[in-house]
Each structure stands twice: as structure tokens, then as C-alpha cells.
């Protein structure tokens, strides 16, 4: 097992979010569909108490920088939202109907491409001081939230940063996240022959 220090580092109190952090209470706003066309259109909101960001860290620098510059090809290097993936529990994730021992395997090993398993961190690496269970990145539950939001309720305290990856951590998680959303469904597996 690798010590969370290799892992983990606190996330800064201010400046931009990077990418691979980790951050906690993320809200999310949604429309109800079945209230489109309706002409009173209803939101919700979904809370999620775990989410990593996975937008590339280039870009939410030059964001960060040209907001902050008010640079005039500001435009050029704003960044409409953010990208995040959910994040769930690894005890609630080993407990979701239809989970068998060989499946949860494959997940808790980081063998199945749809999933990222996080070892817990200890509080000294949670800027919460809190510390952070053994979690589950889900690569096919990502979402986009305005940037203008998320750094607004970032200010008011309603989103806690909490920690950041470390190399090579980081890389192996952007890795996976990217090549989960580049895989390719063949219409036909490939046929071996029998032998002979």
C-alpha cells in the first residue's frame, strides 16, 4: 500500500482549482425535464458530497490568469464550465445490487476501465482536516458545471476544497479518465478458429 503523503497533498485554500482535486458538497443544477415546454420550466439541485475535477490543468490555469488579468483575448482562454467525474463511497459502491466478489476485484484493483479506486487519505493531506475514505471514481458519471458558479460558491464556502494528487497519481488518473471516454465499441468481437 502506498503512504497517503505519496499520494495526497492538501488542496489550496485559494487560487484555481486544479486538476485531479478533490472537492466536497459540489452542487449541481438541473432542469426537470418533464417541465420543458411546460412555460414553467423547474430546477433541482443534487448535491454531491464527493467530486474530482478532471478538466485539464493548462487550461484551468490560463483561465485562472486571464480572469484575473482581464487580459484583452480573455475570451480566447475562458473556460465556459468545468468538467468533473462523480465520486462515490467505496463501501457504498461494494454494496450496489448485482455487485459480486469478482467484480468488486477488478474495481478495488483498478482492472475495470470505468472506475478509479482512491485509497483513504489521512486528515494532514485534507485542507478540511478531516481526512477522506476510500472512494470511487465513476468516468462515466462526468458533468459540466459553470466555472463562474463553482469559484462563487467556492468563495461562500459552500464548496470545500479538500486535496490534490500527486505525481504520479495524478497522470495515472487523467490517463484512465481520457482513455475510458476514447474507447471504441466493436459491432463483433475478433473470432478465433478452433483447434484443430
Not at 459552500?158 to 487523467?174: H, K
Request: charged share 25%; with cysteine; glycine share 6%.
Amino acid at each position: 500500500m502506498a503512504q497517503p503523503g505519496q499520494i495526497y497533498r492538501k488542496a489550496h485554500l485559494t487560487g484555481q482549482l486544479r486538476q485531479g482535486e478533490i472537492v466536497s458538497n459540489l452542487v449541481q443544477i438541473k432542469v426537470a425535464v418533464d417541465t420543458i415546454g411546460s412555460g414553467e420550466t423547474a430546477i433541482f439541485q443534487i448535491i454531491h458530497p464527493f467530486a474530482i475535477v478532471v478538466s485539464q490543468d493548462c487550461d484551468l490555469e490560463w483561465d485562472w490568469n486571464a480572469r484575473r488579468s482581464g487580459e484583452d483575448e480573455y475570451a480566447a482562454k475562458a473556460m465556459s464550465s468545468l468538467l468533473f467525474c462523480e465520486m462515490v463511497l467505496a463501501v457504498d459502491a461494494r454494496q450496489t445490487p448485482g455487485m459480486n466478489s469478482r467484480a468488486w476485484d477488478l474495481i478495488k484493483t483498478n482492472r475495470d476501465i470505468r472506475y478509479q479506486f482512491l485509497q483513504k487519505s489521512e486528515p494532514e493531506y485534507d485542507l478540511q482536516g478531516d481526512g477522506l475514505p476510500e472512494l470511487i471514481i465513476d468516468f462515466k458519471r462526468y458533468f459540466a458545471i459553470p466555472i463562474e458558479e463553482v469559484y462563487a460558491r467556492i468563495r461562500n464556502g459552500e464548496i470545500q476544497r479538500r486535496c490534490c494528487f500527486n505525481s504520479p497519481y495524478l497522470q495515472d488518473i487523467a490517463t484512465r479518465f481520457y482513455y475510458y471516454q476514447y474507447r471504441v465499441a466493436l459491432p463483433e468481437p475478433h473470432f478465433s478458429e478452433p483447434a484443430a
